[in-house]
């Protein structure tokens, strides 16, 4: 048996490194702002607006109540730090918020979600050229899309990573729910590239707790 490829590809080896949002945000919008929800769609997205304003986020947002994985693609709004890392073709995505992992199966076999990563749905990326496209199912319901934006079962998440620059990394997302939407919309996120660092330990729940008083 072949002993295993530990270096990276050639374009694979340019997205290694540690990244940062351009822009940070709490929401993922088109272009234009319009989001082509359906009936459901507009139905779940006022109730959650409600259930914001009333500070009621363990009724719709596990992840600010209870610091839950936030899913995808909501994760990759994080306004802190990510490491991208590539081992036996996967990419791995380590965060600075809360120490969250992420993995990318660069082989097209990945069948089920990784141990302990239920949130995160199942990725599998490929190269096109000089961009990563990656497709993301399985995601629950209950990671939204970002801070109010519902979503049910049947997403599928689908991302175009290419460099813009050598320091700059363009994530082109589409999300596709006929649930919820009538029809698939693309927004775009930013990342600029950030000197290599160790992360700090970072607990979420330990800022919750200080938050409330505790």
Not at 161 to 189: C, G, K, M
Request: net charge neutral.
């Amino acid at each position: 048996m072949a002993n295993p490829v530990w270096a990276a590809s050639a374009p694979t080896e340019n997205l290694l490194g540690v990244w940062q949002i351009a822009k940070p945000t709490t929401q993922l919008r088109p272009a234009d702002g319009k989001v082509p929800f359906t009936k459901k769609g507009r139905e779940v997205y006022d109730k959650n607006v409600k259930l914001k304003k009333k500070g009621d986020y363990d009724d719709y947002d596990v992840m600010t109540s209870r610091c839950a994985n936030p899913g995808v693609p909501r994760m990759m709004l994080t306004s802190k730090r990510y490491k991208i890392r590539e081992m036996f073709n996967v990419l791995t995505f380590d965060f600075e918020w809360n120490r969250l992992i992420r993995q990318i199966d660069l082989r097209g076999i990945a069948t089920e979600k990784p141990l302990g990563t239920r949130f995160t749905g199942v990725s599998k990326g490929k190269w096109e050229g000089d961009t990563l496209t990656v497709v993301t199912t399985d995601v629950p319901p209950e990671a939204l899309i970002d801070d109010l934006l519902p979503h049910g079962w049947d997403m599928t998440v689908t991302e175009h990573y290419r460099l813009v620059d050598a320091n700059t990394l363009e994530n082109r997302i589409t999300i596709q729910d006929s649930e919820f939407y009538e029809h698939p919309w693309e927004a775009t996120v930013t990342y600029k590239r950030q000197p290599f660092a160790i992360f700090p330990e970072d607990v979420c729940l330990d800022r919750l707790q200080k938050k409330g008083g505790k």
